[in-house]
């Protein structure tokens, strides 16, 4: 499966080194790559070569004050005024360091580097283990990171290339300098999988900075409790990573394989082990294939066990990218005993509760509510036939400006498959076969339903997908309740009452009269990336379609919604529906008591 790897490491970055006491120190290069050597998997042909990243490069992410300080405080390392270095974060754990500035350049060229050679297509993967410094900010060194080199890299290549990125961060601490470095670029996503900065550095990492305009959504975080091990990430991992590739359609995946996150290292509580770093070496590398042609550039971030940890990690990482098998001597005895988690009982049932918490959050905030079915949390269990007996399929017609279109619900997918799908329908994966096989897949779920608007001539121009409320979020457990997940019309089909008219056809049929209908959350910033307009004003829109349809807006304090203005919450609640129902749904818009509940005008939200 792989071909053309190369290694961009060598021992000039040896340099990069605070000192004997410092966890961050010249021996982990050496402690690295002599077992690659050892174990025969490694030789000098298959090294990258690169030189110091060059003032350009570094400037796309850098302030120039910052880095003439690094240059200053390099050749000067115990200044006369060392609050001038402190100004820059160069003191305490990032205390300067002779040759820093020389060092710190050659990080970033070899970033650079790996990345320049996968985007031109030279190689297909490349592994930069003393790399990954993904804390750096623009302006000052933080948390042993002097540059950002990861940053540098994509940035580079991002203006080189038409390229969008995808950087997958799964060091324990949160890849904060990453995610500034492009929290309004659209083109690069970042996800950090990290433990929660409740209790560990940087601190930040929550599931709700999601990033800025034009690049909102593109900022994912998935903060774990301390004490998370393999299965934890995996899960979060799958939950997350895979389907957010498929909906973000990136051409380069960039990764920080940082293995600070093993039970054994000294400055994390999380408790993986190789087992798991294996697995999502295997879950990166195949990601890399599906989505980004293979081109995929992993660095090796941090890791403080140098002893055990640091050189195994890496080992594994190499292998995977390579392709070359460890021989079976230098493996035998790494298979750790499996670990049992460090709480036992009730406190790891509580501990895997509050991930899987965590975990739907994100999926709600940053994945398209089409993806999100056709990568469900868990497979559901099948509702069988006859869940809305009264729910005929029909057809309908709407005459749209660009002409006749053909309304049907409850379409199967058999005739999805028959479909073709409108490239101007873009909350999906990829290509047009994927977004035909998105919305046949939500037919086949057993709590979903698709109504679609095609033309004449069999083309899916919009559609509206009616599911079942995701399990555990707050409405999930009401009876007779249902969802409209998504709703979307092509961009050329816009602005001539589709939407209006889908919606409701798609809700109109007698047993909905039995039912309550909700739709929610910030899922429409996918969409709204193509619209062009601002998110409120989109949202107006969007309120306009639903109360076309019979729905009106709601307050709620439901976090994933409540916690921006722009977001919308509408249901509407059918004629049968008993009162004691109603009155249960009315009771869950708001949790604390004695807040207002339903009914607020929509306008007082700006
Ligand atoms: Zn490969
Ligand atoms: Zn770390």
Redesign the pocket.
Known sequence: ??WACALAADERLAAYDFGPDHPFQAGRLEAGLSLLRAAGVLDDADLLAFGPAADADLELVHDRAYLAALARFSSDPAPADPTGAARFGLVGDNRPFPGMEAAARLVAGATVASLDAVAAGDL??VFAPVAGLHHARRDRAVGFCLVNDIAVAIARCTRAWPLRVLYVDLDAHHGDGVQAAFYDDPRVCTVSLHETGRYLFPGSGEVHELGRPPGTGRSVNVPLEPGTGDDGVLAAFDAVVEPLAAAFRPDLLVTQNGCDGHADDPLSDLAMSLRGFRALARRL?RLA?RHCQ?RWVATGGGGYDLGRVVPRAWALLWSELSGRRLPSRTTSGWREPRRRGRRAGAGARELEERNQRTVRAVRRLVLPPAVRVVYPLARRRAGGPGRLPGWEPRAGGYLAPGGPLVLRDRCPASLLRRLEVDPGIHAFVRAPEQQREVLARIAEEPTGEVVVAHTPEGVVVGYVAVLDPEPGTRFSSLPGLLEVGAIEVASGWRRGGVAGALLRFAVEPDPFEDLILIASGLAWHWDLDQSGLPAVAYRRVLRRVFEFAGFESLRTDEPEIAYHPANLFVARIGSRVPPARRALFTSRLVRATGGPTAGTPPDAVP
């Open positions: 499966m792989s297909v993967h590398h294939h293979g």
